[in-house]
C-alpha cells in the first residue's frame, strides 16, 4: 500500500510551499481542487498555473477534482499521471466517457471518487466505468477533518466485492488511524492512502510523511516475520508429476496500465480460485500482479528473493508493494531462479526482458534434459509464436524441443491446459 502526501490550499503558492517542505521525500502527491459548489470550502480554482510549472523531472501529480464542471480542469501536463472526479460531478456515463477520452488524449488516467452518502446502487454504477476508485474518508473540502469508521467499513466490503479494482482511501490517514484501522489484511487490500494535515501541520512535513510510511511498513513486516519461519514448508522440491503451483515470471518494469500486467492478475487469481499455489520472485512487474491476482482469488502467495549485499544497479529487488505472505530468501541471482524452478511445477512466462529469457533458458532446457519427465512450460501470449519460429530458425533446437512449450493465450486456456496435464498425469 502506498501514501501519498495530499495537498487543500486556497492558493498555489502556498501549494508549492508544501511540496517544497517535502524536502524531496515524496515522489507523488495529490492536489485538492473545490470549487465550493459539491462540497464544503474552496481552493483555488484557477487550473492554469498547474500548466507551466516545472517540478523536478521524477515527481508525479494526482489532481482530486470536487469540482461541478471536472473538464475545465483536464490538461497537459507531464506531471500529472491521474485524475479523480467526484461521483456527484458526473452527470451520465457518456459524461464520464468524455472524460476519460479526455483524460486520454492528455496520457492521463482517470478515477471516480465516492463521498459518505454515495449508496451501494452508485458506487455499483460508477465502478463499472473504471477500475481506479477512491473513497472519501472524512467530509471533503477541509483540513484536519475527523476520519469516518463507516466509510472506511463501506471501502473495505467494496475492495472485497471488487479485488481487480485499484483502491485509494482519502482523509483522516494519521498514525492514530494506521495502527487502529490497517491490519496488514486491510493493507493488502488497499492500494493507496492520502494524508494531508497529519504531514503538512507538522512542523516537519517531510519527516512526517516518512513517519507515516514507517508506521505502513512495520505493519507489513511484523506479519512476515511470523510467516516466514514456515515459508519453506509450503512447497515441495520433489515434482509430484501433476500441476499443484505455478511459478510465474517476466519483465519487472511493467505496470497496472500495462496488459500484461493485467493477464498476469487474471490468470494468478484463476489460478488460485481453482486451488493452484502461484509463487513470484517478490518483485515489481508481473511479480507483483501475480501476488494481487492470487490475493483477490482468495489464496496467499510464496516468493523466492535475494537480497545483494550492495545495490545493483539493473536488479529491481523486492518490492514493499507485491505484499506477499510468505519468503524464501537465497544467497544470489542463479540460486533464486534455481529455487523457484525447484519448487514449481508448471513455468508461466510473460513479456520480460533478459532475465525473463535467462528463467525460460534454464526451465527449457532442464526439461528437454528430462522430457517424459518435465515440468510444463506456459509461454503466455501469442508474440511467442514469432520468437519461437525465429529460434526454431536461427538456433540449433532438436527436434520436438519446440514442443516442450505451449503457448497460451487467456486464463481460461491456462487453466484447461492445467486440467487436461492433471487428468492425463493422473490416470
Not at 524531496?24 to 492536489?31: D, L, P, V, Y
Not at 468524455?98 to 492528455?106: G, K
Request: net charge negative; charged share 25%; proline share 3%.
Amino acid at each position: 500500500m502506498k501514501i501519498y502526501p495530499t495537498i487543500l490550499e486556497q492558493s498555489i503558492e502556498k501549494v508549492l510551499n508544501n511540496i517544497e517542505g517535502l524536502g524531496g521525500t515524496a515522489k507523488h502527491i495529490q492536489i485538492d481542487m473545490c470549487d465550493g459548489t459539491l462540497v464544503e470550502g474552496k481552493t483555488f480554482v484557477d487550473p492554469s498555473p498547474l500548466f507551466d510549472l516545472n517540478f523536478e523531472q521524477n515527481l508525479t501529480l494526482e489532481l482530486d477534482l470536487m469540482v461541478a464542471v471536472p473538464e475545465k480542469y483536464i490538461f497537459q501536463n507531464g506531471h500529472i499521471s491521474k485524475i479523480y472526479v467526484l461521483s456527484k460531478a458526473i452527470k451520465s456515463k457518456a459524461h464520464f466517457k468524455m472524460l476519460e477520452q479526455l483524460c486520454a488524449e492528455n496520457r492521463i488516467d482517470l478515477g471516480i471518487s465516492f463521498s459518505l452518502d454515495t449508496s451501494d446502487r452508485e458506487m455499483a454504477v460508477f465502478s463499472s466505468y473504471t477500475n481506479n476508485v477512491q473513497f472519501l474518508t472524512v467530509v471533503p473540502g477541509g483540513q484536519g477533518r475527523k476520519f469516518e469508521p463507516e466509510a472506511f467499513k463501506n471501502a473495505l466490503k467494496f475492495a472485497k466485492k471488487n479485488p481487480d479494482h485499484l483502491l485509494q482511501l482519502d482523509g483522516g490517514i494519521n498514525t492514530k488511524t494506521l495502527k487502529e484501522y490497517f491490519s496488514y489484511s486491510v493493507i493488502r487490500s488497499i492500494n493507496s492512502v492520502v494524508a494531508g494535515s497529519a504531514i503538512f501541520a507538522k512542523n516537519r512535513p517531510d519527516e512526517a510523511y516518512l513517519e507515516l510510511q514507517k508506521v505502513i511498513k512495520n505493519i507489513m513486516s511484523e506479519k512476515k516475520v511470523q510467516q516466514k519461519k514456515s515459508s519453506e514448508k509450503l512447497v515441495p522440491i520433489e515434482y509430484s508429476g501433476v500441476i499443484k503451483s505455478a511459478g510465474f515470471f517476466g519483465g519487472a518494469a511493467l505496470t497496472e496500465k500495462d496488459q500484461a500486467y493485467k493477464e498476469a492478475f487474471a490468470v494468478a487469481k484463476l489460478l488460485a480460485e481453482n486451488g493452484i499455489a502461484v509463487i513470484n520472485g517478490g518483485g515489481p512487474g508481473i511479480m507483483k500482479a501475480a501476488t494481487k491476482g492470487t490475493h483477490a482469488g482468495g489464496k496467499e502467495v510464496l516468493v523466492v528473493t535475494y537480497s545483494p549485499s550492495y545495490k545493483h544497479k539493473n536488479y529491481e529487488g523486492t518490492d514493499p508493494e507485491n505484499d506477499f505472505d510468505f519468503e524464501i530468501t537465497t544467497k544470489d541471482y542463479f540460486d533464486r531462479t534455481k529455487i523457484m524452478l525447484q519448487n514449481t511445477d508448471l513455468h508461466i512466462v510473460f513479456i520480460g526482458g533478459t532475465g525473463t529469457l535467462s528463467e525460460l533458458g534454464m526451465s527449457w532446457a532442464n526439461s528437454r534434459i528430462h522430457e517424459g519427465h518435465h515440468k510444463p512450460i506456459i509461454l503466455y501470449g501469442n508474440f511467442w509464436e514469432e520468437i519461437i519460429a525465429a529460434l526454431e530458425k536461427y538456433l540449433l533446437l532438436r527436434e520436438g524441443e519446440a514442443d516442450l512449450v505451449k503457448i497460451c493465450t487467456s486464463p481460461e486456456e491456462v487453466l484447461d491446459f492445467i486440467k487436461k496435464y492433471n487428468n492425463e498425469h493422473l490416470n
